[in-house]
């Protein structure tokens, strides 16, 4: 019975410390125009990707023995196919019984957002404005903010930074 328990409280022990392990580590994530992929990944072992391959989107999930490649217009269509199947005579819930739905709190989960690494190269293909624009971009190079205006018909957006699931559940659910 003793030895029941010890593996129940070292289980138990472990699982405990991964669910910490989890809640605190960070959700890595990348937003880059220059080569059209949005990627979020978890201490790479789950990474989950859309962008563009070949000139088509797609949307890549991977796991530490899994991968999958999904088009956006098969999860549309298969979504709209669940929808069909539903049935008329399905009873919808009158006003009094509807749920309110709480508002996401955008402000606090973007606060708790941490930036690590940003770059906007802009081109506005006129390059009278481009000169007035070019000391305004200059402060802010100074400030620390990797912003320029170039003259070559580039613009790209790369933001690289991370959130930890805890930051993110409190932005969500504490006032």
Known sequence: MTVLLIVLFSFLTLALVIAIYLLFSPLVFLVDSGRSILWLGWNNRLNA???SENGKWRLHLTLPFWRKK????DLLRARHKNDM??????RKMSGSQTK????IRWKKILASLKIREWEVLLD???FILNAY????FT????QGYNTRINFMGVNRV???GNISVMRLLKGLLLK
């Open 133 to 136: 624009l070019y000391p305004v």
């Open 85 to 90: 199947t539903r049935s008329k005579g399905s």
């Open 139 to 142: 402060l802010f190079m100074a």
């Open 70 to 73: 999904w088009k956006p217009e």
């Open 100 to 103: 309110e739905k709480r508002p």
């Open 124 to 126: 506005t293909d006129d």
């Open 49 to 51: 990707s859309f962008g």
């Open 158 to 160: 790369y933001v690289k």
